[in-house]
C-alpha cells in the first residue's frame, strides 16, 4: 500500500516561510513524476508544483518565484520550500504523483498564513 505523508504545515504571518515534507514508502520518489496539490476552503484541489525523475520543475503562476521544489532520493523524501507566503496560499497541502491517483492521496498539511 502506497503511503505518502505530508507534514511542515502550520500558522505563519504574511511574509514567513514553511518547508512541507513528503515522506513516501512503497513509492520511489525520484522514479515518479511527483506534485504538491492544494486545496484551500471552497475551491478545487489545484496542482502547485511538480517535479519529475529528470528533476525537471514546473510551478504554477500563482507560486513561481516563491516556492521550491525540490526531493532528498536518500530519504525518499519530498519537499516545497514555500517563502513569501500570503493569505492566498492558505489550503491544506498534499503530495501525489503527477498524474494524481486517488489511491496514494494523504491527510495533508494545513498551511495558514494570516496575521
Known amino acids: 500500500q502506497v503511503q505518502l505523508v505530508e507534514s511542515g504545515g502550520g500558522l505563519v504571518q504574511p511574509g514567513g516561510s514553511l518547508r512541507l515534507s513528503c515522506a513516501a514508502s512503497?513509492?520511489?520518489?525520484?522514479?515518479?513524476?511527483m506534485g504538491w496539490y492544494r486545496q484551500a476552503p471552497g475551491k478545487e484541489r489545484e496542482l502547485v508544483a511538480s517535479i519529475t525523475s529528470a528533476s525537471s520543475t514546473n510551478y504554477a503562476d500563482s507560486v513561481k518565484g516563491r516556492f521550491t521544489i525540490s526531493r532528498d532520493n536518500a530519504k525518499n523524501t519530498m519537499y516545497l520550500q514555500m517563502n513569501s507566503l500570503e493569505p492566498e496560499d492558505t489550503a491544506v497541502y498534499y503530495c501525489?504523483?503527477?498524474?494524481?491517483?486517488?489511491?496514494?492521496w494523504g491527510q495533508g498539511t494545513q498551511v495558514t498564513v494570516s496575521s
Open positions: 501525489n504523483t503527477r498524474p494524481s491517483r486517488n489511491a496514494y
Open positions: 512503497t513509492i520511489v520518489v525520484s522514479f515518479n513524476h
